[in-house]
């Protein structure tokens, strides 16, 4: 076989494992946002100092996190509404990559601290979200 030969059977199989990872990106993120408000964002764990994009989904009576483009379709991080504390919303102290507006929220879960960097539309929806009846509970509005 060729060198030539050999260049393009390398290329046409590395130009065909990319393709079939911006496939499997698109199918995860279709998956994901199905029946759920999927928007993006990011998380800094307590202590940390760098922000990770991912995207955050209600789900029910769950907020999940999911890693931006890593291979699970499941959720990295799921904290309960009734055991998860909203701070007061506050520019970053740095621009966040992919958030050129973002808005920092404290977010306390049982013991653990995080922050969660997101767009001032987001933030109002998750404190929408997180002040509103759970579904399937009855609550009586007098």
């Known amino acids: 076989m060729s060198l030539v030969v050999s260049g393009e059977i390398l290329a046409g199989v590395l130009i065909v494992l990319v393709l079939t990872a911006l496939l499997y990106i698109f199918v ?3 998956l994901l946002s199905s029946g759920a408000p999927l928007m993006l964002c990011a998380l800094r764990p307590q202590g940390g100092t760098q922000y990770r ?21 499941r959720p990295a ?11 007061p919303p506050h520019p970053p102290a740095s621009p966040i990559a992919g ?38 509970f009855n609550v009586n509005v007098a």
């Open 28 to 30: 995860r993120r279709r």
């Open 53 to 73: 994009l991912g995207l955050l989904r209600f789900s029910g009576n769950a907020l999940e996190w999911f890693t931006l483009v890593g291979p699970s379709p």
């Open 77 to 87: 991080r799921t904290w309960e509404r009734p055991l998860l504390e909203l701070g």
């Open 99 to 136: 958030l050129p507006e973002a808005v920092t929220v404290e977010c306390r879960y049982r013991a653990d601290t995080f922050a969660v960097a997101l767009a001032p539309a987001a933030y109002t929806a998750m404190r929408s979200w997180l002040e509103s009846s759970p579904p399937g």
